[in-house]
């Protein structure tokens, strides 16, 4: 299986610095924009299967991205991290060490914790292993998501500090499974 992961286009919270998570924010402009300069690159991938987060910035970016070729799935284990509390909060006033950190495990603020949102990820990244062994599968989703994603199938932080991991809009990140 090749697994392709893209973060969702810019939203107008991306540019202001805010914490998104479940809040539903559409792209901005630029943010179609760029998931339309992709467009081509993705065309060239072969992709047999797309999957979605429900949410709908990474919808939008899909929809852009795969431009009718082929029918968008979508998969709730695949939604942003539930940030509680934090939600359009400013990203630096959120404690990295408290809300990423796999081994504390800190649950403040309604925040979705980390070990049950890795778990999550985890069960939607080996259900796919089973159903799509042998294809070609694009994953739309969030940064959050990204970032479990790679450190479940790429490197670890030696910290185990997933906010470490960064994950840019519109980037492509390959794994071969």
Not at 18 to 42: F, M, S
Request: one cysteine or more.
């Amino acid at each position: 299986m090749n697994l392709y992961v893209v973060r969702h286009g810019e939203t107008i919270w991306n540019v202001e610095r805010k914490v998104q998570g479940i809040t539903d924010i559409p792209l901005t402009d630029k943010g179609r924009l760029e998931a339309k300069e992709l467009q081509d690159l993705i065309s060239t991938l072969n992709i047999d299967v797309v999957i979605s987060s429900p949410l709908e910035r990474a919808r939008e970016t899909a929809k852009i991205l795969i431009d009718s070729a082929l029918p968008i799935n979508t998969d709730d284990r695949i939604k942003e991290r539930d940030w509680g509390m934090n939600e359009g909060a400013l990203i630096d006033t959120v404690d990295k060490w408290d809300c990423w950190d796999v081994i504390l495990n800190t649950k403040v603020q309604n925040i979705e914790c980390i070990q049950d949102f890795m778990y999550r990820v985890s069960n939607f990244i080996e259900d796919i292993k089973i159903r799509y062994k042998d294809k070609n599968v694009l994953i739309v989703t969030h940064s959050a998501v990204s970032r479990v994603i790679h450190y479940l199938l790429g490197t670890i932080p030696e910290d185990a500090n997933l906010s470490r991991i960064d994950i840019p809009n519109l980037r492509i990140i390959e794994y071969k499974i």
